[in-house]
């Protein structure tokens, strides 16, 4: 049921970024009245399909960083389309949170993945930094915000492939968007959060999904 409810909201995300890319300007009062209506209709077509990686990723109920991920795009997903987030939102955040079994369980497995979550936080923020931005950086961070979802996911017996995710997410969008604060700062973090994932006794735990 869960990940049936993810994927409902993947798709319904899918046409709401959709039209907002291409009718988001004429119908300002759906959609949030934004400035910049393709671009937030681009990155929200790219936080469902995120969603749709969610759903597939979600195998068994004990991993933790598929409904995490979903529940983060979903949050973004309200500052992007308007009022056609109000469907797909709540359908992606009922799937996540209703498919966790044990709130307690829950709870004491995030303490020990709480680096995967806050590295996908930080590929949130670079696809809303992203929107505003030049063409040139705007790639640059669209293709940052993916990696660190990436890296959030990535497998605890491929760290190598971690570390140059968050190379990936971190050092070109800091570099073509130099002048700005906010792509250092997400560079600085993400690393911090990296070595935490890495150096600690448990560091097999925030990285792993298996």
């Keep these: 049921m869960s990940r049936r409810l993810l994927w409902a909201g993947a798709a319904l995300g899918v ?17 949030g009245a934004k400035a910049e209506p393709v671009g937030l209709g681009v990155l929200t077509v790219v936080l469902s399909l995120v969603v749709a990686g969610c759903a597939w990723w979600w195998r068994r109920p004990e991993q933790l960083v598929p409904p ?48 995967r979550v806050l590295l996908a936080a930080l590929g ?26 990436a890296a959030a996911v990535t497998a605890a017996d491929r760290r190598r492939a971690t570390v140059a995710l968050v190379a990936l997410g971190t050092v070109p969008f800091a570099v073509a968007a130099a002048t ?10 993400a690393w911090v959060v990296l070595a935490f994932a890495l150096t600690a006794p448990t560091a097999r735990v925030p990285v792993a999904v298996r």
Excluded: E, H, M, N
Aim: proline residues 8%; positive net charge.
């Design 124 to 149: 949130g923020c670079d696809l809303l930094l992203a929107v505003s931005a030049a063409p040139w950086p705007a790639a640059v961070g669209a293709l940052s915000g993916v990696a660190l979802v």
């Design 15 to 31: 046409a709401a970024g959709l039209v907002q890319a291409t009718v988001g300007a004429r119908i300002p009062d759906w959609t």
């Design 180 to 189: 700005a604060v906010v792509p250092v700062l997400v560079l600085v973090v």
């Design 68 to 115: 995490a991920v979903a529940v983060v795009c979903a949050l973004i997903g309200f500052t992007t389309v308007g009022r056609l987030w109000y469907l797909p939102g709540p359908l992606v955040l009922a799937g996540a949170l209703l498919g966790v079994p044990d709130w307690r369980a829950a709870g004491r497995r995030t303490r020990g993945a709480w680096p």
